[in-house]
């Protein structure tokens, strides 16, 4: 098998390929990439198949291939009872399957081009033969399958005779129908009526589609205004300074994702891949390169701590300072991607919940067609309808007062419009009688203005002993106010200054406070770092011994089974002799040697008694075949007698008649 897969490796890397394959990346495959790398192998034999198949469905892809394979007389290893096995690996793109199938494309990749070529002329002719043997063996079966001329003439006789009573039997039923007045109109009527009934039964079946189309339509329908009536409240409620505050989050969110934690994380994934790749580049190794490289580890670490160890030493203060920042900014940027990572899972989590409640809003509003309400929004809207119940209670009865005084009212409105109509009418007469007409209106007028200057001068007068009492009574609140703080004004001014004080001091203490914090994390996570080195050293040499351990064992119980077969097989004893290992391999082998000879001999009985019974077969089968035979000339026979009955019958009838 690694004979197999070596050829493929270095065929797909040679022209027209150009892969850039090994032993190991190409047994790590995905399936699919496995099936695209047999597409682009059977592309290259036959152009027509070059095609992506992500951009096909498996079962054209498999049919495709299935096609393309059996075009080239590609015979999968096995027996016939796998194939089902092989169609489901070509389908699935199983490695025991698609590895045999590209090392023998690979092989005779010329020869199959040729093939390939040359089947596109000559597939349609095989079609035809094929055809041709297939209609050819049916009409050897319908020549041998036992039916002579004879009894088909009989049979086309019996059922022309039948045809003929049928068809006296229609006339009969004619002339009966013909002695009934309007059967033409009757027949019409029945032929309508059929008609008409199958139609019918087509409008229904368009009507019940239609009902539910309409029904669906209507769903659709209240799942878009729902959803239209939910936006709208969503921009109802939204401020503009809310949704510039949330743009503003989402924006600076985005930024710092895209400018610093993708860009790091897609930095890491670069080097774990280019790391990767070297690995993978690099030859097999064995126990000593290993126990090399952990050599070499262990030197580097050395000298890495001993590097720490002088700078410690040395302890530069400018550079702890700087050490300390570096730790202080490596710390806020820690906790910053915490956070960012916990926005981001929060995130996701809110719109899956919220995709959630969607899709049980919609199943609650399909449901019953109506927006289901909480328990505590449905006892508030339960508290609210009963208020508003008794608010429109009162307001109704309020209204129907309110209705009978306007009644009365506009009763007495008119009554005394009438009455002020008549004054006018004989103030009017009175006026022109001594020939001032117009002097009431004109009098009324200016009883009108003259009431209104007087409102107007009463109201300035009110607004400004208004205004003068309020400015009276704030300069008195602000003196008041004032002789009530001037104390504690006294008292917070050196307690101002107590603060600022604290303040700096405060200030002074929380920078050493964070220095020393940031120094204390550094050497936790300095020493949690060597504390976990040391535990997978330690691990790492747990291992070792317990695989030593074993190794011992074994190499032990091999040494001792040894010295038992040699004690065994020096023995005096015939008895412990036979207990030898070598001694029972002997006794199987002859027994083994014994049964083939017996099975020898079985051979050859049934080979000399293979041709007397093969004859008795055949004598067997052709008994079989007499008797059924017989069976189907007497099955024909009973069918005529019942034939020649009905016949009989019929005529009975017509005498009848």
């Known amino acids: 098998m690694s004979e ?6 270095e065929q797909l890397n040679k022209e027209p390929f150009k892969k850039t394959f090994n032993l190991i990346t190409f047994d790590s495959l995905e399936p699919l990439q496995l099936l695209q790398v047999l597409n682009e192998v059977l592309a290259e034999i036959d152009p027509k198949h070059n095609i992506d198949i992500r951009e096909e469905a498996p079962d054209q892809t498999a049919k495709r291939m299935f096609s393309l394979l059996g075009i080239l007389k590609y015979r999968p290893p096995g027996s016939a009872s796998d194939m089902s096995a092989f169609r489901q690996g070509l389908v699935t793109g199983s490695k025991p399957v698609i590895h045999p199938i590209l090392h023998w494309l690979l092989q005779r990749t010329n020869e199959l081009k040729k093939r390939a070529y040359l089947a596109r002329f000559l597939v349609k002719y095989e079609e035809l033969v094929e055809g041709f043997k297939t209609l050819h063996r049916e009409c050897e079966q319908l020549k041998n399958c036992g039916f002579s001329t004879a009894e088909i003439r009989r049979d086309i006789n019996a059922m022309e005779e039948e045809k003929d009573q049928l068809i006296k039997r229609v006339d009969r039923l004619k002339k009966r129908v013909d002695t009934v007045s309007n059967h033409q109109r009757m027949l019409e009527m029945a032929r309508q009526l059929r008609v008409e009934k199958e139609r019918e039964e087509s409008l229904m079946q368009q009507k019940q589609e239609q009902k539910n189309q309409l029904f669906h339509a209507e769903q659709r329908l209240q799942r878009a205004q729902q959803q239209l009536k939910d936006l709208r409240q969503a921009s109802a409620d939204a401020k503009p300074e809310s949704l510039m505050k949330r743009l503003d989050e989402e924006i600076k969110f985005n930024t710092y994702m895209v400018s610093d934690k993708f860009p790091k994380e897609l930095e890491s994934k670069k080097k774990t891949v280019h790391y990767l790749q070297k690995v993978v580049a690099e030859p097999a190794m064995g126990q000593s390169d290993l126990s090399e490289l952990e050599t070499k580890i262990q030197e580097i670490n050395t000298q890495i701590n001993q590097l720490i160890e002088r700078r410690m030493m040395r302890n530069d203060p400018m550079d702890d300072k700087l050490f300390l920042f570096r730790q202080q900014a490596s710390i806020i940027s820690r906790k910053k991607e915490a956070k960012a990572e916990e926005l981001q899972e929060g995130r996701e989590e809110l719109s899956s919940m919220e995709k959630e409640l ?16 909480k328990g505590d929004e449905f006892k508030r809207y339960v508290s609210k309808l009963r208020s508003k119940s008794t608010v429109y209670k009162k307001k109704r009865q309020e209204l129907a007062e309110l209705r009978a005084e306007y009644g009365v009212l506009q009763r007495t409105e008119e009554i005394l419009k009438q009455r002020h109509e008549a004054i006018q009418q004989q103030l009017q007469a009175v006026e022109a009688k001594h020939g001032i007409t117009g002097f009431s209106d004109t009098q009324e ?5 003259s009431a209104l200057k007087s409102e107007l001068d009463e109201v300035k007068g009110r607004t400004l ?4 009492e309020m400015v009276k009574k704030l300069n008195a609140l602000i003196a008041e106010k004032k002789t009530a703080l001037a104390p504690v004004i006294k008292e917070l001014r050196p307690l101002r200054q107590k603060c600022q004080e604290l303040t700096q001091e405060y200030e002074e203490k929380k920078s050493l406070y964070d220095s020393c914090a940031a120094g204390l994390e550094s050497n936790r996570s300095k020493l949690e770092q060597e504390v976990q080195g040391l535990r997978e050293e330690c691990g790492q040499e747990e291992t070792r011994y317990h695989y030593v351990n074993c190794l011992k064992k074994v190499t032990e119980r091999q040494i001792q089974r040894a010295a038992d077969e040699m004690k065994l097989y020096v023995s005096a004893d015939p008895q412990e002799r036979r207990k030898a290992l070598r001694e029972q391999y002997n006794r199987n082998i002859l027994e083994q040697e014994n049964l083939g000879k017996k099975l020898r001999e079985k051979q050859k009985a049934v080979r000399e008694s293979h041709g007397p019974n093969m004859k008795q077969v055949k004598m067997w089968r052709d008994f079989e075949q007499l008797m059924e035979c017989k069976k ?11 034939i020649g009955q009905v016949i009989q019958e019929g005529g009975e009838d017509r005498l009848i008649l």
């Open 4 to 9: 197999q897969i070596k050829f493929i490796v």
């Open 445 to 449: 007028e200016l009883e009108r203005v």
């Open 632 to 642: 189907q000339c007497f099955q024909k026979q009973q069918n005529q007698n019942s």
């Open 465 to 468: 002993d208004e205004m003068s």
């Open 358 to 373: 969607a899709q049980k809003t919609n199943q609650a509003r399909d449901f019953d067609g109506t927006e289901v309400l």
